[in-house]
């Protein structure tokens, strides 16, 4: 079934391959692994299965789109775009970001359907560094982010957003981050779930509500804590 529940064909050929392809990645490393980012890339809008969710990315990932086709942009056609309630609406292009004070934080990235990756390093400017740029007005209460998918979109509170552990990353794993991965540019919520983490990250708006995300409108969790949203723990308090 696909994503909006309705059913397309599966071949015997399409199956077999893509399980093989897994098997490949697996058994040849990370070097294989990486290379199937650009397969994933270039095959996804040619395959109606949503078979291409069950391969495994480099170093344990696993690739998930809700749009057709994965989008591209270079680096130098990249425009990350900080509007709404701020003083100072501004472009950014992605030398500009690059210019910014970097951070890098390692930490696990954890996936709400079960999968993780441990100690993961992922690098670009924080998120409150950007809302101090602007200028956040008196009345902002929250964050709405688009994506150049021209589907996905996500949400975080002004608290949330100015924790020192929300990043606009451009790099993962100390190289920059791919197509299939949401690159050039993408959202990096380190204490949340991962699909936070907006891929292909086009657009920053700030409000004065919370605009729940793509995923929270078919009943995720907006405020989506590791462990929380499972109930086995309580929500990072730092």
């Known amino acids: 079934m696909r994503k909006d529940g309705t059913g397309a064909p599966v071949g015997r050929r399409v199956v077999l391959g893509m399980l093989g392809l897994g098997a490949a990645g697996v058994a040849a490393g ?24 069950l391969l495994p990315g480099g170093q344990g990932f696993r690739f998930y789109s809700v749009a057709a086709s994965v989008p591209h ?3 130098t056609d990249y425009r990350l775009t900080v509007d709404g309630l701020v003083d100072r609406p501004t472009t950014y292009t992605l030398a500009q970001l690059k210019a910014m004070r970097p951070t890098r934080l390692v930490r696990d990235v954890q996936c709400v359907t ?11 400017v924080r998120l409150a560094d950007l809302l101090a740029v602007v200028g956040v007005r008196p009345e902002a209460k929250a964050l709405s982010f688009t994506c150049f998918d021209g589907v996905y979109s996500e ?13 606009i990353a451009y790099e993962m794993d100390d ?4 197509a299939a991965h949401g690159g050039p ?17 086009s657009g920053i708006t700030v409000t004065d509500h919370v605009q729940p995300g793509y995923w929270e409108h078919y009943g995720y969790d907006v405020d989506a804590w590791v462990g929380r949203s499972n ?3 309580d929500a990072p308090t730092s």
């Not at 070097?31 to 969710?53: E, I, R």
């Not at 540019?185 to 990250?201: C, D, E, G, I, N």
């Open 114 to 124: 079960g999968w993780r990756v441990p100690h993961y390093a992922f690098t670009g």
């Open 185 to 201: 540019v993408r959202l990096y919520a380190a204490p949340m779930y991962f699909y936070k983490s907006a891929k292909w990250l």
């Open 73 to 75: 942009r270079s680096d």
């Open 30 to 53: 990370g070097y294989l692994q990486n290379g199937l980012d650009g397969f994933l890339a270039s095959v996804t809008a040619k395959d109606p299965t949503g078979l291409s969710g």
């Open 175 to 178: 190289k920059p981050v791919t």
């Open 155 to 167: 949400s975080l509170t002004l608290d949330q957003a100015r924790r020192p552990d929300m990043l």
């Open 231 to 233: 109930g086995r723990d």
